[in-house]
């Protein structure tokens, strides 16, 4: 099945910069990949998409790139706040597999003022 | 709408002890599934289903069950609980026209088992 790993675990970042988390998966047969944000002791949410004949997509300050031929993709976030501090998970599928998700196991954003 | 909901928000079980999570959803998505989350892991599927009357099971199904009577239900059982299931469960919903579509979750149920 599936396998998608995302690095890394933690990223502490001052306010205004930029913040990168990179995730890499395993069946090249997968062709969407969402962005969830999960705030504390909250429940997830999408915050960007990506669909693999699309190599890159932007929403204001995020933006999500795709390398197909190197089974990885990466989010953006530029000019971060501290309302950007929160936990990020990468997730792949493929059409095959209908609706099913595979996350990467996350990675804690701190945005420090 | 509601959206996904989830009761109870917290449970505290011994171990041995059965119990059902349960997850609702008022926007007539087919597909439904539920995800633990453990530190460091992710969210794994347990089980998932595309709609009534349908189930399959996801990346770590033992020690769980679920069925799917309605569209709009989806409850997971616990049949034997064991300290190896503490964990936060998320039950997640969606359209099932493509697979490109947002799935939305619940606000989860914080499991402990002693």
């Known amino acids: 099945g599936e396998n998608v790993e995302q690095h890394p675990s933690t990223l502490s970042v001052q306010e205004g910069d930029s913040a990168v988390i990179k995730c890499t998966y395993s069946?090249?047969?997968?062709?969407?990949f969402p962005w969830y944000k999960q705030e504390l002791g909250k429940r997830p949410q999408l915050i960007i998409d990506?669909?693999?004949?699309?190599g890159e997509k932007k929403d204001q300050r995020i933006a999500v790139t795709l390398n197909k031929t190197a089974k990885h993709f990466s989010l953006h976030i530029t000019e971060t706040q501290p309302e950007d501090s929160a936990v990020y998970f990468c997730?792949?599928?493929?059409?095959?597999?209908?609706?099913?998700?595979?996350f990467g196991g996350g990675t804690r954003v701190l945005v420090k003022p | 709408n509601a959206g996904v909901t989830q009761t109870p928000k917290f449970q505290v079980l011994k171990t041995g002890q059965s119990m059902t999570l349960q997850c609702a959803q008022d926007?007539?998505?087919?597909?439904m599934s539920w995800y633990r989350q453990d530190p460091g892991m992710g969210l794994r599927l347990i089980h998932y289903?595309?709609?009534?009357?349908?189930?399959d099971q996801g990346e770590v199904p033992n020690g769980y069950n679920v069925s799917r009577s309605t569209t709009e239900d989806f409850p997971l059982r616990l049949l034997s609980a064991a300290p190896s299931q503490t964990s936060v469960y998320f039950c997640?919903?969606?359209?099932?026209?493509?697979?490109?579509?947002?799935?939305?979750f619940g606000p989860g149920t914080r499991l402990t088992v002693l």
């Open positions: 997640a919903s969606s359209y099932v026209a493509h697979h490109y579509n947002e799935q939305f």
């Open positions: 069946d090249s047969a997968s062709n969407y």
């Open positions: 990506i669909r693999s004949n699309v």
């Open positions: 997730a792949a599928s493929r059409r095959a597999a209908g609706n099913k998700l595979t």
């Open positions: 926007m007539n998505h087919e597909y």
């Open positions: 289903s595309v709609g009534a009357g349908i189930t």
